[in-house]
């Protein structure tokens, strides 16, 4: 029902001679709101009763916004299913943090900062082990300490209200992936573990559902375990209901598996060069691709690939193409070994993405990184990925340049590349990491010139740790502000090393060292504003 008894009385009460907007039927109201971005549809609402009411009533208009995969959602209820009121609260909160985040001129002040305990876990710490492959949704943080996976589902004020393991084996080099499914009750987790025996070495790959409901959480369902003949995997990545895992094989050479596990089908891939297909058919040698990344589309059976130049193309700029999953792949054996004799194996052609980059860039001597990838989803219509990447100058390690200042060449810089999926247009958003100049050290490992993505977070925004004077600071790109400002940088004071639990009584370079390898940034989520870190046994939740 688009407007009922008590809404239209309390309209009439507050004004007698509606003016303007006012004036138009709800369902005229309601079209306008459709697409707006929920900065907007939250001020239209602020503006009176009428409004307010109309907006709380009537889910359509935030489940319409632009940007309403912002919305920070409870797992494992539909969308649909959720109060009007309920949806109106975390826009105007989504607004209020974003406000927050884009009004700040200098380092921000934590809101709250709460410390949840894991010394029950019994995970190992030191120095030279840190813990990887973050994910955070809603209530939902994981990640893997060394050769276990551990989720946990917290409450209010993080409070930790349950918590499982999940043993991956020996192999203390592990590559792990999540995806959310079933509306937020289940979490698919994808790895790879090494199986080690007195005659062979082979890999195990693996898919998992963990449900992570109140009801039955941590109950898992073994969906996929197969061996394959292979000793190192450097990608795995898993979209329902396929997987890929790469394979180093030598020094040249990978064997790309991808997996139906629902189907319980394989084969072995390689991929064309973009424009290609030609050499197949000339009999030439097949140039095929480098990969360093792959995400699924998330609608389309699609990979879109992130590979590797050839040493003839030393161009600045993304190399990414789409390729159509392939059909005929092989059964797997009930004993679920693998032989890739036995296996279907396709050379497959892709489809080159062309990327914007602005003319600073594409005209100067950098090099890329891609930081991290995400994709949205707009207004339910449309899927844009995000790729955000680092440009360093070529004779540069770090964003500290020691040279003139007014050398745009020396600069660095951090851009968000957004593409449109169904389109395969692309827009690009650059900010100068000139601030960064003023400091020491970059401290990161994440923005080293490297073509292969360095960092393992999917899901987070990237960020940047720097130090000066012994004071470490976080400085967190953000691309999407309110108020109409532009995108800026979000910085904030890292707490001191009082929150390590056994402080030593080293050099204070020694200890500040330590303190930042052991209590890792895990990763920022910028539509709650919550900063995610490990102090080893403690995990710390910052609200900024």
């Not at 200098?106 to 492959?133: A, I, N, T």
């Not at 084969?267 to 360093?292: N, T, W, Y």
């Not at 827009?427 to 401290?443: H, K």
Request: net charge negative; hydrophobic share 40%.
């Amino acid at each position: 029902m688009i407007a009922d008894e008590q809404v239209v009385k309390g309209h009439q009460s507050i004004q007698q001679q509606p003016t303007g907007l006012l004036l138009m039927a709800p369902e005229l109201l309601l079209k306008i709101l459709h697409g707006l971005c929920l900065k907007d549809i939250v001020n239209i609402a602020q503006t009176c009763l009428f409004l307010r009411s109309l907006v709380i009533s009537n889910k359509a208009g935030v489940m319409g916004a632009y940007d309403q995969y912002a919305l920070d959602l409870p797992l494992g209820c539909p969308i649909d299913d959720l109060p009007g009121a309920l949806l109106y609260e975390l826009a105007c909160r989504f607004n209020a943090t974003s406000l927050r985040l884009g009004r700040a001129q200098g380092p921000l002040q934590s809101v709250q900062e709460e410390l949840v305990d894991l010394k029950f876990l019994g995970l190992e710490w030191r120095p030279d082990h840190c813990f990887r492959h973050f994910f955070q949704r809603g209530d939902i943080f994981a990640f893997r300490s060394g050769t276990v996976i551990i989720i946990l589902k917290l409450g209010r004020s993080s409070v930790l209200k349950r918590h499982v393991k999940l043993d991956l084996g020996p192999d203390p080099f592990h590559q792990v992936d999540y995806q959310l499914i079933q509306e937020g009750r289940s979490l698919l987790i994808a790895y790879a573990s090494s199986n080690f025996t007195e005659h062979s070495e082979t890999m195990d790959l693996h898919v998992k559902e963990v449900d992570i409901t109140e009801k039955a959480f941590g109950e898992m369902t073994t969906h996929l375990k197969i061996a394959i003949p292979d000793n190192q995997t450097t990608l795995v990545t898993i979209r329902d209901p396929y997987l890929v895992a790469i394979c180093s094989i030598g020094p040249d050479g990978y064997n790309n598996y991808l997996v139906d596990w629902r189907k319980q089908t394989l084969m072995l891939f390689d991929i064309l060069r973009p424009g290609e297909s030609q050499s197949i058919e000339m009999g030439m040698a097949k140039p095929v691709l480098d990969i360093s990344e792959i995400i699924f589309h998330p609608e389309e059976a699609m990979m879109i690939v992130f590979y590797h130049p050839s040493d003839e193309d030393q161009r600045c700029r993304i190399h990414l193409c789409r390729v159509d999953i392939p059909l005929g792949m092989t059964s797997i054996a009930q004993d679920g070994l693998i032989q890739p004799s036995h296996l279907s194996h396709h050379t497959v052609e892709s489809r080159g993405v062309l990327t914007t980059l602005p003319e600073s860039l594409s005209e100067s001597p950098f090099v890329l990184s891609v930081l991290s990838v995400g994709l949205r989803s707009l207004s339910g219509l449309s899927w844009v990925m995000d790729v955000i990447i680092h440009a360093n100058p070529r004779h540069t390690r770090t964003p500290h340049v020691q040279t003139d200042k007014h050398d745009d060449t020396a600069k660095s810089y951090t851009s968000r590349l957004s593409i449109d999926l169904s389109n395969w247009t692309s827009a690009i958003t650059a900010l100068d990491n000139s601030m960064l100049y003023s400091y020491d050290r970059v401290l990161n490992h994440s923005i080293l010139p490297r073509c292969e993505r360095a960092i393992e977070q999917i899901q987070g925004t990237p960020f940047f740790v720097v130090e000066r004077s012994g004071q470490v600071e976080v400085f967190i790109p953000k691309f999407e502000n309110g108020e109409g400002h532009e995108p800026c940088w979000v910085s904030l004071v890292l707490p001191g090393p009082n929150l390590n639990p056994t402080p030593n009584s080293e050099s204070s370079q020694t200890v500040l060292d330590a303190y930042l390898w052991k209590s890792l940034l895990c990763l920022f989520n910028v539509q709650t504003g919550k900063l995610y870190a490990c102090f080893g046994k403690y995990l710390c939740v910052v609200q900024l």
